[in-house]
């Protein structure tokens, strides 16, 4: 089973741009469905991307398509959300998540989740 460490959350003006890494540990990263998913405040948390195992495959959600990336290094056993043009509407507590196997935008497939990193957009 992977443990997961998010960082790189910050305050960060509108229209700009931030990196989030997601460092698992564990042997067998590379099976795992690597999600990132979001609550604002108020709100339920909501799917952002999810990328498979091999990379090759990505979804993101429809608010995010265009101005958000996520990859990740096998190698390195990390995972990334480049976020850019970020709005107002981005303000939440971002989470990375493992599901093993393939997995959908659906939170309820993945059972490992990191402690969440703040990420606050200000006018």
């Known amino acids: 089973q992977v443990q997961l460490v998010e960082s790189g959350g910050g305050l960060v003006q509108a229209g700009g741009s931030l990196r989030l890494s997601c460092a698992a540990s564990?042997?067998?990263?590379?099976?795992?469905?690597m999600g990132w998913f979001r609550r604002a405040p108020g709100k339920e948390r909501e799917f952002v991307a999810l990328i498979s195992g091999s990379g090759r495959s990505t979804i993101y959600a429809d608010s995010v398509k265009g101005r958000f990336t996520i990859s990740r290094d096998n190698t390195k056993k990390t995972v990334v959300l480049q976020m850019n043009s970020l709005k107002l509407e981005d303000t939440a507590v971002y989470y990375c998540?493992?599901?093993?196997?393939?997995?959908?935008?659906?939170?309820?497939?993945?059972?490992?989740w990191g402690q969440g990193t703040q990420v606050t957009v200000s006018s």
């Open positions: 564990g042997r067998t990263f590379s099976t795992y469905t």
């Open positions: 998540a493992a599901a093993s196997g393939a997995a959908t935008a659906s939170q309820y497939n993945y059972n490992t």
